[in-house]
Structures are given as C-alpha cells and as structure tokens.
C-alpha cells in the first residue's frame, strides 16, 4: 500500500466515530465515516418517495446521489447533492431503517467502489462494519471496537439528552440490538471481525483510555 490505512469495525454506538475522529485529527490522517453513506442513501430515498424494501427503487437512485464530506468543527459536514443533511441522516426514522438499505448488494457495491476510491489518495481512517473484511483487507490496522449493549445504549441516551432529543433508554437499547442483528445476519459483508482485527472492549474505559490504547497499535505498524 502507498498509503496508511486504519479500519475501524464494531457494532452500533460502540464509539467508532468518536475514536476514529480523534485518531485522524492527532495522526493528520483523513476520517471517512461509512455508516454516514449509507444513512445518505437511506435519506435520499426518504426524499424521493421511494420505499424502504423497494430494493429496485433504491438501487436505480444510486447514479443521481452524490455524498461528499466537507471538513467541519465538532463534526464533519455531510452533503447529498450539495444539500447539508449532517444532521438529518441522524434521526431516528434514518437511523431505524438505514440496516435494510445497508442489506442490499447493489447498494453496498456502489458505496464500497466510492470508499475505496477515496481511501485510495491520502492516509486514512475509515470506519464502519465491513472496513476491516471487506473494503480495506490489506489495511495496515484493524480495530474490531466493541462495548457491552448496556453501556452503548446509555452512551446514546446521555448524547442525545445532550442534543435535546428525548427518546427512552429502554427502546434506544432495542434498536440497537435490532440494528446489530441485522448488520450480522445480512448476507452481503455482515458485521464480524476480521481475522486480522485487533479487539478492542471500551466498556468502562473513557475515551482517552481508548484513544492511547489505539494510538500505540498504530504506531507499532508505523
Ligand atoms: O456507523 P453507523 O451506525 O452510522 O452506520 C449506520 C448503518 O449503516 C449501520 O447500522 C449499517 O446498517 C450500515 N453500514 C454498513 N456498512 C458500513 C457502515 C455502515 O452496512 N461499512
């Protein structure tokens, strides 16, 4: 490889962008959050009318999305089709349904060519489900992040407390165990770590801990 590249993998709300933003901003490294593609594609068909299970539908959407990433503070910009939707890829109607877009294989192929594409011209860290199996095999680190379900469903409660948003702790636990669920059982790149993958557990660290830990795996590849 030319390039340095990190992938990061793991279940929902496991902290994977919260570290990799970190990672990326300390090593100068480029971040691309995956999971935000395909939440846009997910949005994008939202906007258009089309169904959730209309998988032809969705599929013969892919040509008219274009998704770009502009940099930003505390987070970075997304656009669909020069339209900032950062914010609205992250509701919970999105968030719910964005595993069954995630599950279809043309879908998957369109936005894994766009991933590599950009993984392809600068150092990076990527993260998502597949990053580590699928979209970077030869990546020079792979973190497989986990958390206990507990601990992930409180880390969304107090965030989205943060944000104003009032959703009970209880059905944020459910979705995402359903989230997970799905992201493991699809036929096409489930989530699983990669043989490769270094584990990572973050329950009862803080995300220091976790950043130090990452920090010297990557520096004994370096
Ligand atoms: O990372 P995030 O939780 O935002 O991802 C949203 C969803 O996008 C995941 O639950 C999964 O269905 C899908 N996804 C995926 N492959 C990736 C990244 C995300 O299937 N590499």
């Known amino acids: 490889l030319k390039n340095f590249q990190v992938a990061i993998d793991g279940p929902a709300s496991a902290g994977k962008s919260t570290i990799a933003k970190i990672l990326a901003t ?129 880390r969304r409660y107090k965030e989205n407390i943060a944000k104003g948003m009032t959703v009970d702790l209880v059905s944020l636990k459910k979705d995402i165990e359903a989230r997970d669920y799905k992201d493991s059982h699809r036929e096409i790149s489930p989530l699983t770590q990669a043989e490769d993958a270094v584990l990572v557990d973050t329950t009862g660290q803080s995300i220091d801990e976790v950043v130090s830990k990452i920090t010297k795996i990557i520096q004994n590849k370096q």
Do not use: C, W
Request: proline share 2%.
């Open 26 to 154: 300390d090593l100068k490294y480029v971040y691309v959050d995956t999971g935000a593609m395909y939440r846009t594609v997910t949005l994008a068909a939202k906007n258009a009318g089309i169904a959730y299970d209309d998988e032809s539908g969705i599929v013969n959407l892919l040509t008219q999305i274009d998704i770009r990433f502009e940099p930003g503070t505390p987070t970075q910009r997304v656009y669909l089709n020069n339209q900032e939707v950062t914010e609205d890829i992250r509701s919970t109607e999105i968030t719910n349904n964005v595993s069954q877009v995630a599950s279809y294989a043309a879908v998957r192929q369109d936005l894994v060519g766009r991933q590599r594409h950009i993984a392809n011209s600068s150092d990076i860290i990527m993260d998502g489900r597949d990053i580590g199996t699928t979209v970077l095999p030869y990546a020079q680190v792979k973190i497989f992040l986990i958390a206990s379900v507990e601990e992930r469903a409180n």
